[in-house]
């Protein structure tokens, strides 16, 4: 057990819908990241929040946003779902800005878009 | 272009049949190297750090040792519980983390 927490750990939704995702870091952790893995496409980064500020941003689409709550917390928030936007998304923490820290992955939520 | 390319993609070993995975990389200002083993359907569970040429750190039956092109994972005598997704992932001087995309180990009895 990593120490984080993503709910839901299953989400099946349609074509065209919102859905938003809940990532709770370790303790003590303050930078928070969030990753989709489809089968294809292995582990992608999405982007990471550091103390409630966005920090760096990967491959990640206009139609999906996140954020960080003053307790930490991190939603990730997925519109106009795709049929492609099914897959894995992890959300991972570490303590450092920096992240020469190693970082801690959560369980994951499955997403499926039928 | 920063990259991380992983060989093999997948790896059938006896159990007790020594191995080593490959994870060879390309990026700018390498601030540092990361080994991670998922299991289906799980979450990447972090296995080491490795930050400079020359590095090598052990865990078990896994040692990790990095180059300044490439990072190897040597497993020795492994055992089925091994049996996972090994991950490499690297990040550059802006911090931009890059995974490559595995290797599926299968330790067989």
Redo the contacts between chains.
Sequence with gaps: D?G?TQTPKHLITATGQRVTLRCSPRSGDLSV?WYQQSLDQ????LIQYYNGEE??K?NILERFSAQQFPDLHSELNLSSLELGDSA?Y?C?SSVAL???????????T?LTVL | EDQVTQSPEALRLQEGESSSLNCSYTVSGL??L?W?RQDP??????LF?L?SAGEEKEKERLKATLTKKESFLHITAPKPEDSATY?C?V?DG?????????TRLTVIP
């Design positions: 990593s984080v990241y292995g582990l992608q980064f920090r760096a990967g894995l992890f991972a920096s992240g020469d820290q190693s970082q801690y992955f959560g369980p994951g499955r | 601030r540092g990361f991670y359907g799980k979450g990447p569970e972090f750090t930050y991950l992932a990040k802006a911090n931009n983390l890059f995974f490559g995309t595995g």
